[in-house]
């Protein structure tokens, strides 16, 4: 199973890991992509357990992808888009209800996929907060402006009480290990645009193949 453990952390890896999910062609390699979100998850974890009902929820879903890429089928699922190509092509994801295929690839990378876009609504706030600005305030704003969307009122309930828990600005930049204020700010309008393209590319690729609403 996946190590979430990793003292010398810094945040900067982490959203460096998603520059190298893009290939020329703008294909998605999926075991950077994974590799990405484990990092995210690595970060949430030095926040404090009350973030720990998340953190597994995506250990679970990064370890199906991950199981993917390691079984039989792997060489399919090098790419996002040859892994939708794959999956669909021999009736691999259920589309309109939950059935046969609860683990599918394309249901599980939606999932993140969706959080990915919390993810760049809340580093945008980030990025461009002053020092008295909340990071729960942020949080949840970018919560609601994207994956609440997906969720029901119980996780709605419980992820609105956990992002209360979370630490102030300052702090939060410490975790990040990254240097001063001004270098966090820097570094976010650097990694902001690449994280950006990846979720576009996903965004485009599942809306060609209508599958922005598996079950
Ligand atoms: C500098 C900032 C870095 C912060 C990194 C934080 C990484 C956050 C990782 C969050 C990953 C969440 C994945 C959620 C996937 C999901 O939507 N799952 C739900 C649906 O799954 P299903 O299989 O049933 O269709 C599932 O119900 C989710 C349950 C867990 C609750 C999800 C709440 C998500 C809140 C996201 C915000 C995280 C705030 C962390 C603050 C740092």
Redesign the pocket.
């Given at each position: 199973s996946v190590a979430v453990e990793d003292p010398k952390f810094t945040?900067q890896e982490v959203l460096d890991t998603f520059k190298s999910c893009l290939s020329e062609n703008k294909e998605v390699f999926l075991e950077h992509y994974v590799a990405g979100?484990l990092g995210?998850?690595r970060?949430?974890n030095s926040?404090g357990s009350v973030?720990s009902?998340?953190?597994?929820?995506?250990v679970n879903?990064i370890q199906i992808l991950i199981n993917h890429l390691n079984g039989e089928n792997g060489a399919h699922y090098v790419t996002v888009q040859s892994m939708v190509k794959y999956e669909l092509d021999n009736q691999l994801v259920d589309l309109t209800k939950r059935g046969s295929f609860p683990e599918s690839g394309c249901?599980?990378l939606l999932?993140?996929h969706?959080?990915l876009r919390?993810?760049e609504l809340?580093?945008e706030r980030?990025r461009t907060s002053t020092e008295e600005s909340k990071t729960s305030v942020m949080?949840s704003e970018a919560?609601n402006e994207s994956?609440s969307q997906?969720?029901?009122w119980i996780?709605r309930k419980?992820?609105g009480t956990?992002?209360w828990a979370?630490p102030g600005r300052a702090t939060?930049f410490d975790v990040?290990n990254v240097g001063t204020p001004e270098q966090v700010v820097a570094m976010l309008g650097d990694a902001l645009p690449l994280i950006s393209e990846v979720y576009q590319v996903t965004e485009d690729l599942y809306v060609q193949n209508n599958i922005l609403d598996l079950p």
């Open positions: 945040l979100w995210l998850v970060f949430m926040l973030f009902f998340i953190a597994k929820d995506a879903k249901r599980t999932r993140l969706r959080a919390w993810l809340f580093l980030l949080c919560y994956l997906h969720h029901a996780i419980a992820a956990a992002f979370l939060f990040m």
